[in-house]
Nanobody, 115 residues
Framework: QVRLVESGGGLVQAGGSLRLSCTAS????????MKWYRQATGKERELVAS???????DYADSVKGRFTISRDNVWNRLSLQMNNLSADDTARYYCNVVYRASPNWGQGAQITVSS
């Protein structure tokens, strides 16, 4: 059974930084592309960043240059360093992996940026 657990959410002022983590279990972590999504109130869930098992990354245009995705294949941990946050980044952030053709999600971590 795949399990994803996010941590590190919170309240931050505009211009500040936060780091999210996601610990995965139930999969051979190093083999899978891991992703961060976010969903703001009243909006659709959107892809923020992804990282393949070999370390290739991709980012949404809205976060390029501010967010950095990373992973630790020893501890099965995915991270998202978020810098220069703005009110537009306020959302619930979810860790995601597609395993056996099915998407798996964590419970999410709320990020609230005050302006």
């Amino acid at each position: 059974q795949v399990r994803l657990v996010e941590s590190g959410g919170g309240l931050v002022q505009a211009g500040g930084s936060l780091r999210l983590s996601c610990t995965a279990s139930g999969i051979n972590f190093r083999l899978y592309t891991m992703k961060w999504y976010r969903q703001a109130t009243g909006k659709e869930r959107e892809l923020v960043a992804s990282m393949t098992g070999s370390g290739n990354t991709d980012y949404a245009d809205s976060v390029k240059g501010r967010f950095t995705i990373s992973r630790d294949n020893v501890w099965n941990r995915l991270s998202l360093q978020m810098n220069n946050l703005s009110a537009d980044d306020t959302a619930r952030y979810y860790c995601n992996v597609v395993y056996r053709a099915s998407p798996n999600w964590g419970q999410g971590a709320q990020i609230t940026v005050s302006s």
